[in-house]
Every structure is written in C-alpha cells, then in structure tokens.
C-alpha cells in the first residue's frame, strides 16, 4: 500500500472512530416488549399510551380535510376546513401459532407506527385482546421503547428504546385520542420470543369500523429461554401486587417518589417480584440515581433471569457510561436469550467489541444485527460496518455500507461528515483490490 493509501485509509478510520462516540447518541432500533405483566384475572384489556417517539405519523403532503358546502365550486377559494377530530379506536381479535393453536404463554400486542413501537395490550389465556388505542392503562412502555426504533434509549447506541419521554420517565402520561391521519403509518403486531409476527395495518382503520381485527398469525423461528413477561412476578401475593399497582398509578401521576416507594414495599413483600425491581430501577435511573438504578435492576435479574428488560437496561447503562466489557457481557446475555428479536442487542455488541479491539466479534455482530434490521431502523450499523470494512482494506464493500448509512439516514447529523469518507473510500477502492473473505 502507498504512503498516499495509508494516509487516507487511516484519516478514515480515525474519523470514523471518533464518529462511534456519538453513537451513543444518536440511533433507533427494534421493538421492546412492555415491562409490567398482565394484572391478575386480565383478559387482554390492558394498554397503554405515550408519545411515538422519533415517528412521524402523518404523510407529508396531507392537509386537513376540506368540507364543500352546497353549491359551493370546488376551486373558489373560500373553502372551510374543520379540524379532524381525535375519537377512540377500539381493536380487538386473537392470537395463534401457525398450527393454529393459542399462544403457550401471554402475548404483548404491541402497535407500530413509523418503525417505533408502543406496547398496547396482553392477551388472555386463550389468546384473545381487546383495548382502546393508545389510552396507557393497565400497562406501561418499556424503558427500551424510545428513540428511533427496539433497543434503545441511549443517544448514540439507541437502536430501539432505552430513553425517557417529555415527562422525565418513559412510558407515563398520554391518555389523548387518536385521529385517522395519526394511522397512516401504523400497523399492530403480536410480540413472542422465537416467533415472527405477522401484521395488521391500520392506514384504512376508522373510528366507527368493526373493532375485529381478525387473527395474527406467529411463525415459529426457534426456541428461545428469555421472556417477556417476568414468570416470577406473575406469581407475586396479593399485597405485593396491589404496591405494584398503586406505584404504576403514583408515576403515571408523575408522582415518581411516591411510587418509587410503592415498588420498594412491592420488593419487601415478594422479593422476587421482578418487575417490581426493574420499575423500581427506571425511576431511579430517571431521576439521576444511577448505583441505585443498576442494583434494582440486578436484583431483577437475580429474581428471574430469564426476564429480558433488566438485562436490556443494564446494557445501555454500561454503554453510557463506556463500560465497553460489561456492554458486551450484557448483550452477550440478551442474546442467549433471544438471539431472533434483538438486532440493537447485536449493534451494541458490536460497538463494545469494536472499542474493545474485537474486529471479527464486532463484524460478526454488526452483520447479524444487518440481518435482522429488515425493516432499516438501525443505519448506524451501515456505518459500523463501513469502518470495520475499512479497517480491514476492503474500501469497494466499506463504500458500500457508507453509501447505504447516507440512503437509510439521509438527514443525520454526521451526514456531511460521512460523505466526505465516503468519497475517500470511492478514490481508495479504485486502485486497491479487497482480501479474500475469511
């Protein structure tokens, strides 16, 4: 390689290493499940609300509707427009396995809109849901539930969720209707560890149609060890669960200290309520608690390990505070868990190992989390594999991924700055020639 070569493949690297550190600010990814369990005797009524963070749920291009009154010429100019009203949105409808059988455990119904997802509804034990669109009640959003898109939160590795709302704490506080327009790019999904999902749309649906939304298949993919739903908390005491339930009423409040006591009793009474610890963590994780937040979480762990959301969590604290070992062991875990419905948990990994020196790791991962991201929500990982590409000569396949970053997230920040690479990688990749594939 020529000193010219070396200089420019190593402003590269360089330049796009330093990049990686506002990846821990700036990305979106998939959908996180809902953290509370389905309360006792819930026949799938359960839901939620909140903002859809980082979505755009309106069609550019799209004016109010316009009323023309009789005998009124569609081109005058003096047309009235009525603001479109925002009504409640009943949805109802089952659940099945491809072999047309109910789901073995509870379901999360999660909605969809602009690629973020909003947990909704449970199912009963027969596979059937019924909730009102959007109205937050019975259930909360995942902490992970924010950002761009699944696992995420954190500015920079924020994949999918891992963030707080407007309110200071995820997942609390909006109880508004919906209009149709807000729809248009919306679609509901049935979530199960080592199953796909099939989909129902609601760009058609309307506040006055037949609430029956039909059946939403699962497919098989694997079997998986991680759960959704803590199996621990479910069996919580009553008095347990009634401190739960009052600490999930006192934070949609906003009433965060008194319901971080509620989930403290909640913990005392039944300690290995899971989902108690982990609530617990959020908020004192929102309100700048940080040793106090990892320990709840741990101790959701410790109560039941196979419940996804805390290991998720200490996951983005470890990558806030580039903890780049304890994000790669924490995402190592999240994957043994559910290596299917995670691809954040695989772009984390791979940025961890990628500050950890680990290029084969940090490749092999980037390019599962790629494989996964069908639908486009991580485009940092385009850009991880560029400089992995890069790091290794193989400028013609980094140019690629670095072109693709740009297609995917034409409007980031860093957009102007990865061009520039890219039109370094062009130069570079005309003159040398990538080593085989290993």
Not at 265 to 284: C, H, I, N, S
Not at 392 to 412: I, T, V
Request: positive net charge; proline residues 7%; charged residues 20%.
């Amino acid at each position: 390689m020529t000193l010219v070569t070396a200089v420019r493949v190593s402003a590269i690297v360089i330049g796009v290493g330093l990049l990686l550190q506002p990846l821990v600010a700036q990305q979106g990814g998939q959908a996180a499940p809902p953290s509370s369990p389905p309360p006792s005797g819930n026949t799938g009524g359960g839901t939620t609300g909140g903002n859809v963070p980082g979505g755009n749920t309106t069609t550019p291009g799209m004016g109010r509707p316009t009323t023309q009154l009789p005998g009124q010429n569609p081109t005058q100019q003096n047309r009235m427009d009525f603001p479109e009203m925002n009504r409640p949105i009943f949805l109802s409808g089952k659940v099945r396995l491809d072999d047309g059988t109910p789901p073995p455990e509870t379901v999360v119904i999660e909605r969809v809109c602009g690629g973020q997802p909003r947990p909704e509804a449970y199912t009963d034990s027969k596979g059937h849901f019924s909730f009102e669109l959007g109205r937050n009640q019975g259930m909360f959003a995942d902490a992970s539930v924010s950002g761009t898109g699944g696992m995420g939160g954190m500015e920079g590795m924020n994949p999918g969720g891992f963030g707080s709302s407007s309110s200071g704490m995820p997942g609390y506080g909006n109880t508004r209707g919906f209009s149709e327009r807000d729809l248009l790019n919306c679609e509901i999904r049935a979530v199960l560890p080592g199953f796909r999902s099939e989909v129902v749309s609601l760009a058609t649906r309307r506040s006055m149609d037949n609430p029956d939304v039909g059946t939403i298949i699962l497919h098989r993919m694997g079997n998986v060890e991680g759960r959704v739903i803590s199996g621990t908390s479910l069996n919580a005491p009553k008095d347990a669960k009634k401190a739960f339930d009052k600490g999930q009423d006192l934070a949609k409040k906003k009433k965060f200290d008194e319901a971080a006591k509620s989930f403290q009793k909640a913990v005392e009474v039944y300690p290995k309520y899971a989902t108690a610890w982990y609530e617990l963590g959020r908020l004192q994780e929102a309100q700048q608690q940080a040793d106090a937040a990892r320990k709840s979480y741990e101790q959701a762990v410790a109560a039941d390990p196979r419940y996804i959301n805390p290991h998720l969590s200490l996951a983005v604290m470890a990558a806030r505070s580039k903890d780049w070992q304890a994000t790669a062991d924490a995402t190592a875990r999240v994957i043994k868990l559910d290596p299917f419905d995670y691809p954040a948990a695989y772009f984390y990994n791979s940025v961890a190992n990628y500050n950890l020196k680990n290029y084969e790791a940090a490749e092999k991962s980037a390019l599962e989390a790629q494989k996964l991201d069908t639908k486009h929500n991580i485009p940092k990982v385009n850009q991880l594999l560029g400089i992995l590409l890069a790091e290794r000569r193989d400028f013609s396949g980094a140019a690629e991924q670095m072109r693709n970053y740009l297609k995917f997230a034409p409007g980031a920040q860093d957009a102007a700055a990865v061009r520039g690479q890219l039109a370094e990688l062009e130069k570079l990749s005309g003159g040398v020639s990538a080593p085989p594939q290993q």
